[in-house]
């Protein structure tokens, strides 16, 4: 029975030649007995190291995962040296202002990155009674989001797009203009990026260059043309320097994660290639919990200054919400900013649809003290009325516009006012809380007063025509 | 404890390790891993393979580590000190664990479920020489304000009492009584005692469930009511509101303790648990309600395998508060995700699947777990009762996946979420129309009688109600074939009625202080006045009154205000408004009479 010492000796030792490569997987047989989720370096002929992790070790053989992609290698000519430890990446604030590809290794040339602090990836659950309950107010600027699907600092909230949808615009804007009213502090923000173009990499660059904030940002990039499998790792190490920044430097940290879908479906790549049982469309069983561990990173944590805010950015295939990647993202953050081509096409920035967007929690971050007092309410009205919109808009659509009554013409204006005034604005439009809620009585007023059942008497008589 | 090792770690994968070299050990023993003693349970005896799953994170955990067996099966500590705290899966106080390792949980942390060093004051209520056996109360510790906690002989356990201390202060580790079993044994007995999780506390009989679990939500208690012992699936898609149905639930419903298990949902809801109901205030004991609630938190992102154990430790200790004679709710949040926890296990151990990838005794497991509620004779004669209520996540929102199809086989009142109310605002987003309880013909002499509901005209008015409901749905076809303007006023009045009932009576919310629960009389009153306002007003229409005489009605507005503008303790409120109703339709009435 190896002890730690033991252990650790025999960690040093490397195997020449590997019994299979399948895909991004290596299997290794007789070997010491090698640790589950140890880190492995697997050495190409060339002399060059690639990274890997154990995913299954049994007194048989020892299945790696490697992260750089298995292209290349040959059986008899791959070295193989297992650590003894998971996989760390070394941290610090310095890494602000630098971009690293997605197993933290720099690629902007400039230095190596240097640090005492190193920290194992995959990171540990938060205690739940450790946990602080979110409830600042962040101020995007953007109306459909302040007025109706609040930030709050700390929150998960991503947003449900499509191809093509301005999702990275809506991001982008949001990492600029997000602020907490009364307080300077600015975001730090960690990018990483899964298997998107180098494009999209480029827009986020430049946009922060624009507003003048790179110094504040770290870019983890695992772009299209990189190994598919470091994709499973990029979004693990940007979380490590992102916790690494709020709770142990006071940081505020945004994390914009995209795409999720790429992740995704490198997870399913490893899955298939293991032979494991599928739940739905390929997608293994465990994706809810592997992006669990991802999404309840974020947080806030009692005693500490520092929070967490994410907003990973996923694409649905075919726009349809009940694809697994959505869904289950759904049932793990905090609500969802969900585009809808529909309203794109019809040249509304941002596309965000009214009906499924949600933020959960919302409800502690506004109001009284907070936004204003009668946020809640107004918010609650204008879905409601909304709904009923859609309702007629549906309804219209089968017996024709002419046989509505008069009031369902009423709901149509308003909510034509309400797309075009409150929804929409431009890319740099950055209008304050109060600007959005007096904007939402303006589109609201042009219901007659006793359609508003929502909202107090005391309300109508403050802000109702007003 | 540790030093008893029954074998080798033969192959990791994730949570489900094999095992060889098995020498002696128990099926569904409480076994350790590695140096860092990680917790796991033995969940297949063999040989060479036997496999064992692991309630931590297994990283690091090599071929050839050793298995050590703690001699004892996976158990729940039951005692005084389980109120008012918080357990992970496997039931270690997350609070201690915090003091041990701060922000996260580490790993191969050992804490006891129930404090060793508090003392509890404990009053015998039996003496030396009494014959005993399991369940009966050997005395009482008053744990809360509110909750005289009885102190049980464990089941299974039968015999003389040898010896009985005296009232006074004891921590749970104290002997407090000794047993001569009858086979001449000697037995101490605890405050506390451990029971396996997966076994079903033995009690007398089943009892009927005719008494409703009533919980101040407008839609459940009125449309879909529960019986105390009951079981509830409550199936939704994401963000369709499970969990804040559950948790409205969990603070108003009239049970004495509350067994809430958040399993594999999310960790800022348990957060939002335990910063809320120390502060909300129990409006039948008033006291908070954190004294009678007991959490489980396995957070999604926390071990799978704790996950699927949770589910039982929660259970487990809803029996033991119903053997002392109280009724208990328990809240599942979400069965979906310790289906998915049996899924995943299953498949790691290579078991061949059923549907989905689930594994085939997925029904069996679920049937195991609703079949564990109950209204119950205990074992010490008194009556106590353990509702279940369980959420159901379904994939895409899609009630034909094999979770909620076989919840359904096993329970017997259905809250469906419905998707289109919940993006319409409309909360809680109940179905009038997929929803069902098997209970309703059991309660409703609750409703009727002086001490229940005291309204004898409830069946008849939740009767109108619902037909209404359901000839709404035909209506609104036609209005969608040809406009709303072709149905007679007699049937546009229909689809108003049931718009205000909607808006003034199904709609509520959790969050206004007035609206969050309604009491009994105040649904009874409230559901009347909506009645009566269909009734007269049908009347008035029939003899030549128009719609919008009736719409414009001032009453109107303090039909469709009152649940948020009358409180609880002001019911005259709601008489007021009925009188003025019948007043309006009276004057409505001579003018077209
Ligand atoms: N009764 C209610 N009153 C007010 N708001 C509600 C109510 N029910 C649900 N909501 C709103 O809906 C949101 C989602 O509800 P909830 O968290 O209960 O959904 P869920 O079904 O548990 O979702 P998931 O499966 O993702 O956990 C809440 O954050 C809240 O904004
Ligand atoms: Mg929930």
Redesign the interface.
């Known amino acids: ?4 010492t033991t ?1 650790s000796l025999l960690s040093g030792r490397e195997y020449i030649g590997v019994d299979k490569i399948d895909g991004p997987l290596v299997f290794v047989s007789k070997t010491h ?6 880190l492995v370096e697997c050495v190409d002929k060339q002399g060059h190291v690639r990274l890997g992790i154990v995913l ?5 053989a020892v299945v790696v995962q490697v992260f750089e992609g298995t292209s290349g290698l040959t059986l008899p000519g791959t070295r193989v040296r297992f650590s003894g430890e ?1 996989l760390t990446i070394a941290v610090s604030k310095e890494m602000l202002g630098r971009v690293f590809n997605g197993l933290g290794h720099p690629i902007d040339g400039g230095p190596p990155q240097r640090s005492d602090i190193e920290l ?1 990836v ?13 409830r600042d107010f962040i101020q995007t600027g953007i109306s459909v989001i302040d007025g109706m699907n609040t930030l709050i600092r ?1 929150q998960k909230l991503p947003i449900f797009s499509g191809n093509g949808l301005p999702h990275n615009e809506l991001a982008a804007q949001i990492a600029r203009q997000a602020k907490i009213r009364g307080t300077n502090t600015q975001f730090a923000v960690v990018f990483a990026a899964m298997g998107v173009k180098h494009d999209v990499a480029r827009f986020f660059t430049q946009s922060f260059e624009e507003s003048g904030v790179l110094e504040n940002v770290a870019l983890f990039l695992s772009l299209a043309d990189d190994p598919s499998i470091e994709r499973l790792i990029t979004p693990r190490t940007a979380l490590t320097l992102a916790e690494h920044l709020a ?1 142990n430097e006071d940081m505020h940290v945004l994390v914009i994660m995209t795409d999720m879908t790429n992740y995704c479906e490198s997870l399913r790549e490893i899955s298939t290639i293991r032979g ?5 469309k390929g997608y293994p ?2 994706l ?2 592997d992006l ?2 991802l999404y ?2 974020s ?1 806030m ?1 009692k005693g ?1 200054k520092g929070s967490i805010t994410s907003l990973p950015i996923l694409t649905m295939p075919n726009d349809d919400i ?3 990647v959505p ?2 993202s ?3 953050t ?3 900013i969900v585009f809808e081509r529909e309203m794109d096409g019809r040249g509304i920035y941002p596309p965000v649809a009214g ?2 967007s ?1 933020s ?2 919302m ?1 502690d971050g506004i109001g009284e003290g907070m936004t204003r007092e009668d946020h ?1 309410h107004l918010a ?1 009205q204008l ?2 009325a909304y ?2 919109v859609k309702d007629v808009r549906n ?1 219209a659509s ?2 024709g516009e002419e ?3 008069p009031l369902d013409h009423t709901y149509l204006d308003f909510g034509r006012e309400f797309e075009q005034r409150y929804v929409s604005q431009r890319k740099d439009e950055d209008r304050s809380i109060e600007e959005t809620l007096d904007l939402g009585w303006e589109v609201l007023s042009i219901l007659p007063v ?1 359609e508003l ?1 929502r909202i107090t008497e005391e309300e109508i008589e403050k802000f109702y025509g007003k | 404890m540790n030093d008893r090792i029954i074998g080798q770690v033969k192959r990791v994968n994730g949570p489900v390790i094999e095992v060889m070299g098995i020498t002696d050990a128990e099926m569904f023993e409480l076994v350790r891993v590695g140096e860092e003693n990680l917790i796991g349970e033995l969940i297949k005896l063999e040989t060479d393979a036997a496999v064992v799953q692991v309630y931590e994170d297994t990283t690091g955990i090599a071929p050839f580590d050793p298995v050590y067996g703690a001699g004892m099966q996976l158990s729940a500590e039951l005692g005084p000190g389980m109120v008012g705290t918080i357990y992970d899966g496997i039931q270690r106080p997350l609070e201690a664990i915090r003091e041990m390792s701060e922000i996260y949980i580490k790993r191969g942390i050992t804490v006891p479920s129930l404090d060793r060093e508090k003392k509890w004051h404990f009053v015998p209520s039996v003496k030396e020489g009494d014959q005993v056996s399991g369940g009966m109360f050997l005395g009482t510790v008053r744990e809360t304000e509110n909750l005289l906690h009885k102190i049980l002989v464990p089941p299974g356990d039968k015999g003389v009492l040898e010896s009985v201390t005296g009232e006074g202060d004891y921590t749970v580790e104290d002997v407090i009584a000794v047993l001569k079993t009858d086979d001449l044994k000697e037995k101490n007995l605890y405050l506390m005692h451990r029971w396996p999780i997966r076994v079903q506390r033995p009690t007398r009989s089943r009892l009927a469930l005719d008494i409703p679990l009533i919980t101040g939500q407008r839609v459940i208690d009125t449309l879909f009511p529960v019986a105390k012992g009951g079981t509830v699936a409550i199936p939704g898609g994401f963000g369709t509101g499970k969990t804040m149905t559950q948790q409205a639930v969990a603070k108003w419903c009239d049970a004495d303790i509350i067994v809430y298990i958040g399993c594999g949902e999310r960790g800022n809801e348990i957060t939002d648990v335990l910063t809320e109901f120390p502060k909300l205030i129990d409006p039948r004991t008033g006291r908070s309600l954190m004294e009678r609630t007991i959490l489980i938190a396995n957070t999604s992102n926390m071990p799978v395998s704790a996950r699927e154990a949770g589910i039982y430790a929660g259970i487990t200790m809803a029996e033991y508060f119903r053997d002392q004679g109280y009724d208990v709710a328990v809240m599942a949040d979400s069965t979906s995700r310790w289906a998915e926890a049996l899924r995943e296990l299953s498949g790691r151990m290579e078991e061949m699947p059923a549907e989905e990838g689930f594994p085939a005794y997925l029904p069996t497991k679920i049937a195991e777990f609703y079949e564990r509620a109950g209204s119950m004779e205990t074992l010490n004669g008194d009556n106590g009762s353990v509702t279940i209520i369980g959420a159901v996540s379904p994939p895409g929102g899609d009630f034909s996946e094999p979770v909620t199809q076989h919840t359904k086989r096993f329970i017997r009142c259905f809250w469906a979420l419905d998707r289109h109310l919940a993006n319409a605002r409309h909360y809680p987003a109940i179905s009038w129309l997929e929803s069902y309880s098997e209970y309703l013909s059991d309660v409703v002499s609750w409703w009727e009688s002086a001490d229940g509901g005291a309204s004898p005209e409830w069946l008849c008015d939740r009767t109108e109600i619902m037909e209404l409901l359901h000839k709404e749905v035909r209506l609104q076809q036609v209005v969608k074939l040809v406009g709303p303007d072709a149905l007679p006023d007699t049937q546009r009045f229909i689809l108003e009625v049931c718009t205000l009932f909607k808006n003034a009576f199904l709609q509520q919310n959790a969050y206004d202080k007035i609206d969050a629960f309604s009491i009994v009389q105040k649904q009874v009153k409230m559901l009347h006045i909506i009645v009566t306002y269909y009734k007269r007003g049908a009347e008035a229409i029939k003899s030549g009154a128009t719609l919008v005489k009736l719409r414009k009605m001032k009453v109107y507005q303090d039909i469709i205000r009152m649940k948020f503008s009358i409180p609880n303790d002001d019911l005259a409120g709601l008489d007021k408004i009925e009188a003025r109703l019948e007043r309006s339709m009276d004057q409505l009435e001579a003018l077209h009479a």
């Open positions: 029975m190896p002890d730690k252990k007995p090698v640790g589950y989720r140890e299954e070790s049994s007194t048989n998971p194992d995959n990171g540990m659950a938060i205690n739940p009674t450790a946990r602080q309950y979110p700390g709770f494991e049982i599928p739940s739905r069983g465990y809810y919990s669990a561990e309840e990173r947080g944590i500490y009940s694809h697994p869904d289950l759904g049932y793990i905090e609500g969802q009906l499924p949600l959960r929690l409800k809640p609650s879905f409601a709904s009923y309804l089968v017996i046989e509505l009554t006793d059942h």
